[in-house]
């Protein structure tokens, strides 16, 4: 069974066009118009072998917030899409993730009930033209509509650029993780309630 899904996020700020492969090999085509995001967005198809194509506009002129929360929400959205009933998948994933001086931790569970918890703090308030508040947004985002449990806390380091840079690897790793098919499961829901939704 294909485990594909595209979609397309249309508001008066942004205009977004996603469409994801689950079982792919890490090909990715991204522009957001926000070079830092663009580069985030890679990270995360490459280390996550999610095949991942995002095209977005949106109100720059103003900030990228629009942008880059509605980008969270397109990715999140069509990965739930693509997983649809969620039969057969590990469900859980986590990962430690390096990237020189820093560490950070990533748990999820595709439980179909988003929650997310965030301890990640940053010494700047941006990385280039970036808010470096906006990635909880984006991270927040994608919880919501991929019907994610994540948790995300940043053990330690200095760099900013290293630590959002491991946040990304860290989600890709642990998404990697949690969607691979476990066949001693056989295509059941891995819940004793036999489904697993946001309700």
């Given at each position: 069974m294909s485990r594909t899904a595209s979609n397309k996020r249309e508001t008066k700020e942004t205009s977004i066009e996603v469409s994801i492969n689950l079982d792919g090999t890490g090909k990715y085509d991204i522009s957001t118009g926000i070079g830092f995001l663009d580069h985030m967005l890679e990270q995360l198809s490459r280390h996550s072998l999610i095949d991942l194509t995002v095209k977005a506009k949106g109100d720059l002129h103003i900030d990228f917030h629009h942008t880059t929360e509605d980008t969270g929400l397109a990715i999140g959205k069509a990965?739930?899409?693509?997983?649809?009933d969620r039969a057969g998948i590990t469900r859980f994933g986590s990962a430690l993730?390096?990237?020189?001086?820093t560490l950070t931790r990533v748990a999820l569970d595709l439980s179909g009930r988003p929650y997310f918890v965030w301890k990640v703090e940053f010494s700047k308030p941006k990385l280039g033209d970036?808010?470096?508040?906006l990635f909880r947004e984006w991270f927040?985002?994608?919880?919501?509509?991929?019907?994610?449990t994540l948790h995300i806390e940043n053990l330690y380091g200095v760099n900013n650029h290293h630590i959002v840079e491991s946040c990304y690897k860290g989600l890709a790793r642990a998404l990697r993780e949690a969607i691979s098919?476990?066949?001693r499961k056989a295509g059941s829901v891995p819940s004793t309630k036999g489904v697993l939704t946001q309700s």
């Open positions: 990965v739930a899409d693509a997983l649809g993730s390096p990237m020189d001086e970036m808010d470096t508040e927040q985002a994608f919880a919501q509509t991929s019907g994610t098919i476990d066949a």
